[in-house]
């Protein structure tokens, strides 16, 4: 019996031993390190450069419901003909076709090209008559009254009004270079818009280029 006792206590020891050189023992509530028993199974990450910058899945083309909705929210009037082109732009139909295409094929580019034409002119037309900014979309940071030349605004002003509808059509502000370049381009329109007398002009030009970018398209 003694050398049993012994033997046990010897074995202890050693096993203390043991823990001093390599995993500390675990504290009360914590539980010991396991093994995995499938080996090292993890997927590396994609290299984000080899990903334009992305780590994840690729970006998703909006669905036509999901236009129609981003449509009417970001610009305040709904296309009202998306209807007509919807089978056109991808909606299944559940006849012959079962699912909704999310392509983002040159068809789709020229029948949204259509509609943002239509629904950023109808609404940059009726904005430059409103004068209370509140009602306005395309122009509502811009002093109140009726909007006038456009071509006279500073470049802080203009500056203000396209960070507030890139955020509202894209989710995220135009800054740096970028911004600069939307700003030249805001700048060239207006001018041309009061050499032919249409003030509006502007509004929808950059309305329709933030429709048509691919960051009001995808998510």
Known sequence: MRRLLLFALLALGAAGCENTQGTPPPVDGQLEPVGNPHGDTATPLPDPELQDGRVGRAPRRLTVDQLAR??????????????????????????????????????????LDDGARKVCMAQASAEVKLTDPRARVL?????????????????????ELLVYLSTRFWGVPLEGEELTRWVGFFKKAAARGEVIKRRDQALAAVCISLMTDSRFLTY
């Open 139 to 159: 122009s509502r940071t811009l002093p109140s009254g009726a909007v006038g030349d456009l071509s006279k605004l500073t470049d802080a002003q203009v500056s």
């Open 70 to 111: 981003s449509i009417e929210v970001a610009v305040g009037r709904p296309w009202t003909d998306i209807d007509n082109v919807a089978a056109t732009l991808g909606r299944a139909d559940y006849a012959l076709v079962n699912s909704e295409s999310t392509e983002p094929n040159l068809v789709f580019a020229k029948f």
